[in-house]
């Protein structure tokens, strides 16, 4: 039944012609896809536990099993989610926060992905 809203929101919504969003939304997607592969790329066949977290003072401060690794791109998938039909659901109302949360879902998975490459160096 809620899917079924969700579907109705997006086709009904004229927030899908809008460049802003679209181009935000694509963007989103094609970094999260790429955060995955190199993740799967660089640690499907890592040993059993790796870095996950460096500290300058301390040096290592967190070693775990590959797949926790994970848990950022998901969270990153979840934002644009959550935030495109956020976008869909307001653009009538208030254009620019829509605008703003497209946005900011890209922000989000630029961050993420610098992370991603930082913890693929710090684990070579």
Same mark, same amino acid.
């Given at each position: 039944?809620?899917?079924?809203?969700?579907?109705?929101?997006?086709?009904?919504?004229?927030?899908?012609?809008?460049?802003?969003?679209?181009?935000?939304?694509?963007?989103?997607?094609?970094?999260?896809?790429?955060?995955?592969?190199?993740?799967?790329?660089?640690?499907?066949?890592?040993?059993?536990?790796?870095? #996950?977290?460096?500290? =300058?003072? /301390?040096?290592? *401060?967190?070693?775990?099993?590959?797949? %926790?690794?994970?848990?950022?791109? $998901? &969270?990153?998938? #979840?934002?644009?989610? =959550?935030? /495109?039909?956020? *976008?869909?659901?307001?653009?009538?109302? %208030?254009?620019?926060?829509?605008? $703003? &949360?497209?946005?900011?879902?890209?922000?989000?998975?630029?961050?993420?992905?610098?992370?991603?490459?930082?913890?693929?160096?710090?684990?070579?």
């Amino acid at each position: 039944m809620i899917f079924f809203k969700f579907r109705e929101l997006i086709t009904t919504s004229p927030a899908k012609r809008d460049r802003i969003i679209l181009i935000s939304l694509i963007l989103a997607l094609i970094i999260n896809i790429a955060v995955w592969a190199a993740y799967l790329v660089k640690f499907f066949s890592a040993p059993e536990y790796i870095i #996950l977290h460096y500290n =300058v003072y /301390f040096g290592i *401060s967190d070693l775990d099993i590959w797949y %926790k690794i994970l848990i950022p791109p $998901f &969270l990153g998938l #979840l934002v644009i989610g =959550v935030n /495109f039909l956020l *976008s869909f659901y307001f653009y009538l109302k %208030k254009q620019a926060l829509s605008h $703003f &949360l497209s946005v900011s879902a890209l922000i989000f998975n630029l961050i993420l992905a610098l992370a991603c490459f930082l913890l693929i160096y710090i684990n070579l």
